[in-house]
């Protein structure tokens, strides 16, 4: 029989489950999502590859419980920033460079693998994935009230807002200057919605 680990067999399955998130996370970050398996988390921690779906059916199901777990933290980011003083405007700009430096993190790469995920998961889990997906836009959507767009056109801008800022993340990458230039642009892109 194996050891348990914890003060009691719920500790012990708690503490397994933790060190199997956690070892699937790092994974994830350093190698990609796609890159990694099942087998190499479990050998990561030490476990059977089929001791694993004791904890987790798949790892959709590790990155969606990242996920769930990264939405609070996004959203208290962007509050803070969009909920902040200032007019709408200038607070979606400093969101913006938010938004682009986090993106330049490991971790934003994960977040990028959610739409891969939804073919794998069932009803239930979509529907979790759809309630953080909206927690996270709900800052965003309340700045765009707040500056004056229009509640039907709300969700559209918010859509573009926020494809133009990953634009932008992508070709910062390139060099200084173009990183200034994308921002002018964008700076300027997020003028023009608001205003219209």
């Known amino acids: 029989m194996p050891r348990i680990k914890g003060a009691n067999i719920a500790a012990h399955v708690a503490q397994q489950e933790a060190a199997v998130f956690d070892a699937a996370v790092s994974l994830f970050i350093e190698h990609g999502y796609?890159?990694?398996?099942l087998g190499d988390i479990a050998a990561k921690i030490g476990?059977?590859?089929?001791?694993?779906?004791?904890y987790f059916p798949d790892k959709a199901h590790i990155l969606l419980r990242w996920f769930e777990q990264e939405v609070p933290h996004q959203v208290d980011r962007a509050t803070a920033i969009?909920?902040?003083?200032?007019?709408?405007?200038d607070?979606?700009?400093a969101w913006a460079r938010d938004q682009i430096d986090y993106a330049a993190q490991p971790e934003h790469e994960l977040i990028?693998?959610?739409?891969?995920?939804?073919p794998e998961l069932d009803p239930e889990?979509?529907?979790?994935?759809?309630?953080a997906h909206e927690e996270s836009m709900r800052p965003l959507l309340d700045v765009l009230g707040e500056a004056g767009v229009a509640e039907n056109d709300r969700q559209l801008v918010a859509q573009m807002i926020y494809g133009l800022v990953?634009?932008?993340a992508r070709v910062s990458e390139a060099d200084a200057q173009t990183a200034d230039r994308a921002m002018t642009h964008l700076d300027?892109?997020?003028?023009?919605?608001?205003?219209g």
Do not use: D
């Open 47 to 54: 476990l059977a590859r089929n001791s694993l779906y004791r």
């Open 188 to 195: 300027n892109a997020i003028g023009g919605l608001l205003r």
């Open 166 to 168: 990953m634009s932008a």
């Open 34 to 37: 796609e890159q990694v398996t």
């Open 82 to 89: 969009l909920g902040g003083p200032g007019a709408p405007a």
């Open 125 to 131: 889990s979509r529907a979790q994935l759809a309630a």
């Open 112 to 118: 990028s693998k959610i739409g891969v995920l939804l």
């Open 91 to 93: 607070r979606l700009r």
